[in-house]
């Protein structure tokens, strides 16, 4: 019997395939499979699977044309068999106990989901690597306890993911829990998120991180900044989701509000510079509107959110002009000085290594010593 | 003939004086494969006359004959016998540029949307001149992304775009799907079937240029008749209400309603003169206002507080004391 259906949908990551499958098939849990959807990939990533899939009987391979990550996890999650289901991306990679000790907990419990703590990672050049510990929740008292997400919309507060946890495939399929399938969008996992968390009745959260989330890959697509708007798509569609059953909307409208306020500043510093007026301007719009239908709760947001949502809404050219702007010039500013001193100690070691080589040594010698005797004869004059 | 990509429907009711300037720049479209529903309802005028003309000439042209019974009813047939991809319902009395049907049609092939919206502008029959009217296509209130539906929308759903059909081209199969009709009555029967095409629509989309002309200050058009039929707006807001409830969709549009409930009653009580006024007053008053949802909500329930500060004044005030302040 499968315990745990691991899913990875996989689209042109041949530099850290290897990586993440090494991970998931040594795990201490024997009794899993890996289901590896190939999103079209169109670089080496199909024939790595391939591979994998001839050495391990537990790897099922998925080909689908290019149709988007949302639309690669429902084939995926339709395909699992296993009691539970868990995700990979293919640029991360996890620990090897990850799934033997959430599985051991969701079963003990008898958990609808049940989620971990997780390390944020970067490479440097030099290639040493750079540790962030996210905790799910700030508080303690929060960790390793029955919760009923269904009735308690503040559990939302937890850190977003879908990866750092499995889920009772029985209870994905009953609430009909899926992925939006828009063609070209992104961020296709907060609609999960939201489903998973307003149907659960059993969750629980745990202290311990297992699973690594890599932020250096400059082709993951939270990087590319052309897809200004896909988070407005996503929140839509959650918005849709949650307007199926006016109790839960009425529920959770003011947890959607407060994720997707946090998620638009976040799209805010990350576009193109020439996008932020116009996404900001829009955005200034749909806070008024939720104002409007009283649909934002002051008292879950921050001090200091509260007064950039008044700002963002009394008057967005303005907010962009002193908030935004100069932000970004700092940014600029900032990246020019960084630039300039590499530049520098370039500069710098190069005038070093002209001073230690054999040809400005003799040189030298020669520039030098008839310059002494000008200087000398120069005296007696 | 080439499949119908669209079925332009047109209820003709006394319209001789302008039928031909119609008829002409639907004829005209560079969209060709069309069909043209006519329904002359009735009319003891030349319509039927100039009609038959037209269809003598144009293959596309059909004319459908009914007693009188209505703008709304006579829709309702050109849209039983429709057979187009799109459905597009043009008034006798207006026109429209030759490319409008060819722009509409190839924005909603594109992006598979079940409304497309363009601009319209008015035209001054007695002076010639043309108006804008932005508000038919409020922009501000649109996002910058597709796909969009009314949910995206970031102003009242019902005043986003103008209750009524002429700017818009509709997918047939997603009329016959939901059942939309237009309202059997007088004035203001195509506000029911426009808002709830515009609530149910998964994909709308929009032409950003002025492809209408609507013809006004037309002493024969209906809309400086509405003496006879004062009542229709509220029908056709109690129906709204209903085909919401019918679709589940009530209680998320609640305060947008409410809100253009109150917005559409005072236009209908500032546009109407004569005895009729008077008894629209009263009406409202006493049951209307009630019934409509508008009475005994807080201030911060309404989005314009120039209409709320109306609303109350006509709740505090009698007739008398409101005809002598007018």
């Known amino acids: 019997m499968v315990k745990v259906s691991i899913i990875i949908p996989v689209y042109n990551v041949e530099r850290y395939l290897e990586e993440c499958m090494e991970s998931v098939l040594g795990q201490t849990l024997k009794e899993i499979e890996i289901i590896c959807v190939n999103d079209g990939s169109s670089d080496g990533s199909p024939g790595i699977l391939k591979e994998y899939a001839r050495q391990d009987k537990r790897v099922i391979l998925i080909d689908q044309e290019n149709r988007g990550y949302g639309y690669a996890m429902n084939r995926g999650i339709e395909r699992a068999s296993g009691e539970y289901i868990g995700i990979v991306e293919p640029d991360d990679y996890v620990s090897l106990s990850m799934y033997e000790e959430l599985y051991q907990k969701a079963k003990e419990y008898s958990l609808d989901l049940v989620k971990a703590d997780f390390y944020r990672f970067k490479r440097d050049r030099s290639g040493s690597m750079q540790l962030y510990y996210n905790h799910l929740s700030p508080d303690i008292q929060d960790y390793h306890k029955v919760f009923n997400s269904s009735t308690d919309p503040d559990t939302l507060r937890y850190i977003m993911n879908t990866w750092s946890g499995i889920y009772r495939r029985e209870f994905i399929v009953q609430n009909h829990i899926r992925h939006n399938e828009t063609p070209g969008a992104s961020f296709q996992d907060n609609g999960f998120f939201f489903q998973t968390f307003i149907y659960a009745r059993r969750g629980m959260i745990l202290d311990r991180p297992y699973y690594m989330n890599r932020r250096d890959n400059p082709d993951s697509s939270i990087n590319s900044p052309e897809k200004v708007y896909c988070i407005n798509v996503e929140y839509d569609y959650i918005r849709k989701l949650l307007l199926k059953d006016s109790e839960i909307w009425e529920r959770f409208k003011y947890m959607y509000w407060f994720k997707k306020y946090h998620n638009y500043m976040g799209t805010l510093r990350r576009i193109k510079e020439e996008y932020k007026r116009e996404y900001l301007l829009r955005f200034s719009e749909e806070l008024k509107r939720g104002m409007a239908l009283g649909e934002l709760d002051k008292h879950l947001f921050s001090k200091a959110s509260w007064r950039n949502i008044q700002s963002i809404t009394a008057d967005p050219e303005q907010y962009y002009l002193t908030r935004v702007y100069p932000e970004t010039m700092n940014r600029k500013v900032f990246e020019e000085m960084e630039a300039l001193a590499v530049q520098n100690q370039k500069l710098k070691d190069e005038i070093a290594s002209i001073r230690r080589s054999k040809t400005f040594r003799i040189g030298k010698l020669f520039t030098s010593v008839p310059g002494k005797m000008l200087r000398l004869m120069g005296r007696r004059r | ?326």
């Open chain 2, 1 to 326: 003939m080439a499949a119908c990509k669209v079925s332009v429907i047109i209820p003709v009711y006394q319209a001789q004086r302008y039928l031909r300037q119609c008829l002409d720049s639907v004829t005209g479209q560079t969209l060709k494969e069309i069909e043209i529903i006519c329904v002359d309802d009735g009319s003891v005028d030349d319509s039927a006359r100039i009609l038959e003309e037209y269809a003598a000439r144009d293959d596309r042209i059909r004319v459908i004959s009914q007693e009188n019974a209505g703008a709304g009813a006579a829709r309702n047939r050109g849209l039983s016998e429709a057979s187009g991809e799109y459905l597009s319902f043009l008034d006798a009395d207006d026109f429209f540029e030759p490319d409008m049907l060819m722009r509409a049609y190839e924005k909603a092939r594109i992006s598979a949307a079940q409304i497309v919206v363009y601009g319209a502008d008015r035209y001054r029959d007695d002076t010639g001149s043309f108006q804008e009217i932005p508000w038919s296509l409020r922009k501000n209130a649109l996002p910058p992304y597709r796909p969009m539906d009314c949910r995206t929308f970031t102003d009242n759903v019902f005043k986003v775009f103008v209750g009524w059909a002429w700017d818009k081209l509709f997918e047939r199969e997603f009329i016959l799907r939901h059942g939309l009709l237009f309202q059997e009555q007088r004035t203001s029967n195509d506000l029911l079937f426009v808002f709830m095409a515009i609530v149910l629509a998964e994909r709308i989309e929009t032409v950003d240029a002025v492809l209408a002309h609507q013809r006004c200050q037309n002493p024969d058009s209906l809309s400086s008749t509405r003496e006879k039929s004062w009542q229709c707006f509220y029908e056709a807001l109690r129906a709204l209400k209903e085909r919401l409830e019918h679709f589940g969709r009530y209680r998320e549009l609640e305060q947008d309603y409410v809100n253009y409930a109150l917005h559409f009653s005072l236009w209908n009580l500032h546009t109407i003169q004569g005895e009729k006024k008077r008894e629209l007053y009263q009406r409202l008053r006493k049951k209307w206002f009630k019934d409509l949802g508008i009475a005994g909500r807080r201030k911060s329930y309404f989005y314009d507080l120039g209409e709320y500060r109306q609303y109350v004044k006509i709740m505090r005030t009698s007739w008398r004391r409101y005809e002598k302040s007018e």
